[in-house]
């Protein structure tokens, strides 16, 4: 695992432990696993949580620590013991303490076990979904059967879930070039264990519904950033493509406020992905409203073709004739992708940065045990204009920059064209000719 995906794990492993004690009980939590000290066995991970001060380093501090936050304790045990099984011990000790002082371990006693299946019985179990699922069937045949022979020849014995998962994944996607097929911890790597029963009346569907509005919200739908710059540039930091169904006025908000802007970034280096609707939604704002073919996805298991059209209304004003730019990096992939090569594909967007990360499969995950669930593209991106998608490939920049430098060449490219125009007021000339003056890149364009 590369340090930066082993900080992310660690900050959502110490999120969620966090979340089983009051605030301010736990300090932080971190995952130690075979390789990182001594004393972890191969296939086994240690769950550390610090809990008091350095300042504080009895033993018997650390008992009544445990003996206030039992219930905590326990409950977080048993979600281990579920979700990440590798996780044979929890141990409690002293913040910036060094390694000498003193911890209190609490095992697993077991009691989850049954419920927990073996490497060998996880990667089979993957495989068969693999084979019944795939968007491809060919290609999933081959894949399963390179997986095989590694299982076969003892490879994924004795990992834990953390190290299975990333090395089956690797595999899997070196025999298919395909990112978006994925063995992966659950749901993240402790989520509680209390299943939310589904709901069976309207009240509760609408209860439910108006959770996940919540929780969208705390991110403002991926909208991260809308500003006018100076020379009267609207700027879109998108962070993920949501469903309009929840996201629409903040959409609508977001295209208000750029509205009057003589020209337009949309920055979409950290955007991961979501709803193909989203794309939809996002893009019938930068089109007239005559209907424009989009996209298509085709879905293997029906045989049929899903096309996607730009919207005859949005709500608020479209934004045309005005030039468009697009940043991009290698981390922009799948939904975000989508919005990139469809923009490009119908000459609406200039995209400038970096080729993206390759992924055009829409993709369900099946469960296969409380610890492991798979990812599987179950269809596929057509684009009208092209007839492929971007899958393997990525988006190719029209502009091509590292990620770093791709807003300043979009903004520099903007505030020429607002200083090509004619009737712009005295002011905002004057904020494009200093905007243009102080730009790294203001004298001369990349070649494109």
């Given amino acids: ?160 879930e953390i190290a299975l998962t990333d090395l089956v994944t690797q595999h899997l996607q070196d025999a298919t070039d395909d990112r978006h097929l994925a063995l992966m911890l659950g749901e993240g790597p402790l989520p509680r264990a209390t299943p939310v029963p589904e709901p069976h009346k309207p009240e509760d569907r609408e209860v439910r519904r108006l959770a996940r509005l919540r929780k969208f919200r705390l991110d403002n739908f991926g909208i991260r950033r809308v500003e006018r ?42 955007n991961g992905g979501g709803s193909p609707e989203g794309v939809v939604f996002w893009c019938s704002y930068l089109v007239d409203e005559r209907p424009t073919h989009l996209n298509d996805i085709f879905t293997a298991e029906t045989g049929e073709t899903r096309q996607f059209w ?60 409380p610890a492991v669930c798979i990812g599987i593209p179950f269809a596929r991106s057509v684009n009208p204009v092209t007839g492929s998608n971007w899958q393997g490939t990525g988006v190719v920049p029209d502009v091509a920059v590292a990620a770093e430098q791709a807003y300043d060449v979009a903004y520099a490219r903007a505030l020429r064209h607002v200083l090509a125009l004619d009737d712009v007021p005295p002011p905002i000339l004057h904020e494009a000719r200093d905007a243009l003056a102080s730009r790294p890149d203001g004298p001369a364009d990349p070649v494109t």
């Avoid at 979600?79 to 990440?84: E, H, K, T």
């Fill in 229 to 270: 710059l100076d020379g009267n540039v609207g700027y879109l930091d998108l962070r993920r493509m949501p469903i309009p169904s929840n996201a629409g006025p903040a959409i609508a908000a977001a295209m208000e406020l750029v509205a009057g802007t003589y020209a337009l970034i949309i920055d979409m280096r950290h």
């Fill in 1 to 160: 695992m590369d340090p930066d995906e082993r900080d992310r794990l660690n900050r959502v492993v110490d999120h969620e432990v966090k979340g089983h004690f009051p605030p301010g009980a736990v300090r932080r939590a971190v995952l130690v696993r075979h390789g990182d000290e001594p004393g972890i066995e191969p296939g086994q991970t240690l769950l550390r949580m610090y809990v008091l001060a350095a300042d504080s380093t009895d033993e018997q501090a650390l008992a009544a620590w445990r003996d206030a936050h039992q219930a905590g304790v326990d409950e977080l045990r048993r979600d281990l013991s579920r979700r990440l099984p590798s996780a044979r011990l929890i141990e409690l000790t002293f913040d910036d303490a060094g390694p000498d002082a003193p911890r209190i371990t609490v095992a697993d006693d077991g009691s989850q076990a049954a419920e927990q299946l073996s490497a060998r019985e996880i990667v089979t179990k993957a495989l068969e979904l693999l084979r019944d699922a795939y968007v491809f069937p060919e290609q999933a045949e081959r894949a399963a059967a390179a997986v095989e022979a590694r299982l076969a020849a003892g490879e994924y014995d004795n990992l834990d």
């Fill in 310 to 369: 730009s919207l005859p209304y949005v709500p608020g004003a479209r934004y045309l004739d005005r030039p468009v730019y697009v940043l991009t990096s290698h981390r922009t992939f799948s939904g975000g992708e989508d919005l990139c090569y469809t923009l490009q594909a119908v000459k609406r967007a200039e995209i400038i940065g970096e080729t993206t990360g390759g992924g055009a499969h829409p993709t369900r995950v099946y469960p296969i045990s």
